[in-house]
């Protein structure tokens, strides 16, 4: 898990890479869930980016947009406990996000720094610094407090000491799951609910919640963003 975050890291600040990604993306797509307008796409039209706005979460469509950008409103989103629009999840594998109109105070940034959202422009921001977000973040830059991403580098650059240790003790972890909770992790992972969880495996939620509660404490996660990020870094094993 942690080299993964590292590569995602390393490979957001490359300049090389965020010039290719610049020519590949050829539209910013707005996923705002508000009546009010969406004056961050306006800005973006402003300085010659063409954006779509998009109401609906039913009306995205990933695979088509290989070659966007997409940007999400916290505001007016479902949120995880986190507060990160529960929709990340099942975006992030096909296409790039951030997030804006995003309230300080309802939203953990390490939290969706590590999951891989590129960066956050916030509803109190000036515009000027909302428009220099914007553009670092097409160029595939990320765009969150210098602090934050000294601190999170340092944690996990440090913890490469004991890769081999954390290495064996994922694999010891693994052998504890049963066949059903590492099927049940992957529905997690695809964004499926309880219900749906429930409703593919022909149980009840209540079970569904039982096996989901095992698996956080098996996997030491804290809620799904965290067994999110676990799944993901070994996606390898399942």
């Known amino acids: 898990m942690l080299n993964a975050v590292i590569m995602r890291l390393i490979e957001s600040f490359n300049t090389f890479q965020g010039e290719k990604l610049m020519s590949k993306v050829r539209e910013l797509v707005f996923l705002h869930q508000l009546s009010m307008p969406c004056h961050l796409a306006v800005l973006a039209e402003s300085i010659g980016l063409k954006t779509r706005v998009v109401k609906q979460v039913a009306d995205l469509d990933p695979e088509r947009d290989r070659n966007s950008f997409y940007l999400i409103a916290q505001q007016g989103a479902a949120l995880d406990n986190s507060g990160v629009p529960l929709i990340v999840s ?3 594998p096909h296409v790039p996000i951030a997030l804006y109109l995003v309230d300080r105070e309802s939203l ?3 939290s969706a720094l590590l999951l891989g959202v590129r960066g956050l422009l916030f509803s109190d921001q000036r515009m000027d610094l909302l428009l220099t977000g914007l553009r670092k973040m097409v160029g595939d830059e990320l765009w969150y407090d210098r602090p934050l991403i000294s601190k999170v580098f340092r944690r996990l650059v440090n913890s490469q ?18 066949g059903r909770e590492c099927t049940i992790i992957q529905l997690v992972a695809s964004g499926a609910r309880n219900k749906e969880i429930a409703d593919e495996l ?3 939620e209540h079970t569904v919640k039982a096996h989901i509660s095992s698996i956080f404490r098996k996997t030491q996660s804290r809620n799904r963003v965290e067994l999110l990020r676990w799944s993901q870094a070994n996606a390898c094993h399942f």
């Not at 000491?161 to 049963?178: F, H, K």
Request: proline share 4%; glycine share 4%; aromatic share 0%.
């Open 161 to 178: 000491d004991s890769g081999v240790e954390l290495a064996q003790e994922t694999m010891a972890l693994l052998q504890t799951l049963t």
């Open 202 to 204: 022909c149980i009840s």
């Open 90 to 92: 099942r975006l992030l």
């Open 108 to 110: 953990e940034p390490e």
